[in-house]
T-cell receptor, first 116, second 113 residues
Framework: DVKVTQSSRYLVKRTGEKVFLECVQD?????MFWYRQDPGLGLRLIYF???????EKGDIPEGYSVSREKKERFSLILESASTNQTSMYLC???????????????FGSGTRLTVV | KNQVEQSPQSLIILEGKNCTLQ??????????LRWYKQDTGRGPVSLTI?????NTKSNGRYTATLDADTKQSSLHITASQLSDSASYIC????????????FGTGTRLLVSP
């Protein structure tokens, strides 16, 4: 089974801090995603990456950046954390097209970030 | 606008009872629809996937239906267990080049002993 590992389950950071959220997948998937999940809003796409060193903005990229230096690792960066970035952050990896119907997206366990 | 709406928002049932969760979508072009289960504090896990031509798909005590004409799906849980307590999220995959996902806001189910 595909495993998507997020390095931290819970994080508390101060306003203005630079925050790194790390995500690693072990199936050599090319596509990786970062979502945030807030009550009543569902999952919203922040950034995604087609492949190494490639990145695309999602629906809510403001205040975030990403890094994909290696295929297995996709990092989300909050350049200057603010209280409205308190949320649950979910990383996902997507199977290649030939396997997508069976395997689709695999999500990590999430990082609950609190900015104080 | 591509939207996925789920009902009810929350539901409490007694252990052993059945329940049905609803999902209505206005997504085009449609590729497939998935139901995910998300335990509290965890990431979503896929339960079923349905394509345009499929009407029913089962995964143990979970049975999903899809009516592509009315753009409705349901998830039926049979003989509920305490471990079924979770949020259930309906997700529709757009049939575009990138195949973007459109998420519902979920139904929070509590199974009470």
């Amino acid at each position: 089974d595909v495993k998507v590992t997020q390095s931290s389950r819970y994080l508390v950071k101060r306003t203005g801090e630079k925050v790194f959220l790390e995500c690693v997948q072990d199936m050599d998937h090319e596509n990786m995603f970062w979502y945030r999940q807030d009550p009543g809003l569902g999952l919203r796409l922040i950034y995604f990456s087609y492949d190494v060193k490639m990145k695309e903005k999602g629906d809510i990229p403001e205040g975030y950046s990403v890094s994909r230096e290696k295929k297995e690792r996709f990092s989300l960066i909050l350049e200057s954390a603010s209280t409205n970035q308190t949320s649950m952050y979910l990383c996902a990896s997507r199977a290649p097209t030939r396997d997508r119907l069976n395997y689709g997206y695999t999500f990590g366990s999430g990082t609950r970030l609190t900015v104080v | 606008k591509n939207q996925v709406e789920q009902s009810p928002q929350s539901l409490i049932i007694l252990e052993g009872k059945n329940c049905t969760l609803q999902c209505n979508y206005t997504v085009s072009p449609f590729s497939n629809l998935r139901w995910y289960k998300q335990d509290t504090g965890r990431g979503p896990v896929s339960l079923t996937i349905m394509t345009f031509s499929e009407n029913t798909k089962s995964n143990g005590r979970y049975t999903a239906t899809l009516d592509a004409d009315t753009k409705q799906s349901s998830l039926h849980i049979t003989a509920s267990q305490l471990s079924d307590s979770a949020s259930y999220i309906c997700v529709v995959n757009l049939n575009t080049g990138f195949q973007k996902l459109v998420f519902g806001t979920g139904t929070r189910l509590l199974v009470s002993p």
